[in-house]
């Protein structure tokens, strides 16, 4: 077999692969339903890192004990403004679903409102989480650490996460201004990927175990990755571990690699989240402020740049009627743990 075929799947035999492969592992229904649909939204918008190859993620940090199966996810009101979801070591797809209206709810009551996910496994894309608030009419950012794999600006050791940034704002007419990055140079499910398909990776990726730079995708997955923009990323990881870790009672990245305990699982801690209201400052203007946004947009996109999630939405158009495609090695990995007693 060679590394370029695929397999053509519809997305609804996305969401059949990833929910029997999620059973399969013991988890409880609710969370079955709410993780296999990050899955399949990460492969209806060509987000191949974080698409149905997370089924192999999730099944081995459920296998390894990294993840409580059957958790039950509890919603608390630390203050007025704040939601808290404790996720009781389950993913945090489900602690989401359970506080998102809460939080929606008090964003629009108080203009502004944040809820910390705490005790979750993550191993998924922020952007269908600040898309479904951007969807409500709210400005919406997430963070969440994850384990100590990337080296500061100017080090060559891991100290912080992968650390992804999603923002939101929606638009009155088209698709939410959505971005969502991680703060190092790539994701680590993209070298993963590199590794899987046997490719090099560019040499501005990561560094060895010895400090250098190399473009061997193992050697940086055991070495360190680099943060995006230098000092600049490695400034925002560090406000990420912030913000998702002590700020909200959770744990760094350093803490996360360390309670994971070499059992190779997803990251284990806290997500942050605000919501805004964005008719909390501006109130009747709100149409005449949004207008000028537009204008910002316009002039972005009016001479060829594009914006963020454009390619996302281009994506989730062509999927949601011609299916996508997925290499057909992960098809025959997925197909064994589908396999295995
Ligand atoms: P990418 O570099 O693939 O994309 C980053 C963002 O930039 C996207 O919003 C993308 O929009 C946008 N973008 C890319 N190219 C352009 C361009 N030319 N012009 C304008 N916008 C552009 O992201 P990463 O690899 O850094 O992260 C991938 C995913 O991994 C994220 O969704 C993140 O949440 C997830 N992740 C999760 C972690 C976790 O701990 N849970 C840790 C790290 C990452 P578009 O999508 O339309 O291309
Ligand atoms: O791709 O860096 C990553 C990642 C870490 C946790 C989930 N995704």
Known sequence: MSAGETVHLTLDEVRALAKAGLAKTGLSPDHVDAVAETMVSGERDGCASHGIYRLLVAASSVKSGVVVPDAVPELSEPSPALVRVDGKGGFAQLPFRLGAPLLAEKARKFGIAAMGLNNVVHFAALWPEVEELTRQGLVALAVTPSHAWVAPAGGTKPVFGTNPIAFGWPRSSGEPFIFDFATSAVARGEIELHRRAGKPVPDDWGYNADGHATTVAEEVLSGAMRTFGGHKGSALAA?????????????????????????????????FIIAIDPAGFVGDLLAEYMKHAEVMFETITGQGARLPSQRRYEARKKSLVQGVEIPAALMRDIEKLLEES
């Open 239 to 271: 406000m990420v571990e912030l913000l998702g870790g002590p700020l909200i009672g959770d744990m760094t990245s350093l803490q996360s690699i360390e309670a994971d305990g070499g059992r190779g699982g997803s990251p284990i801690g806290g997500e």
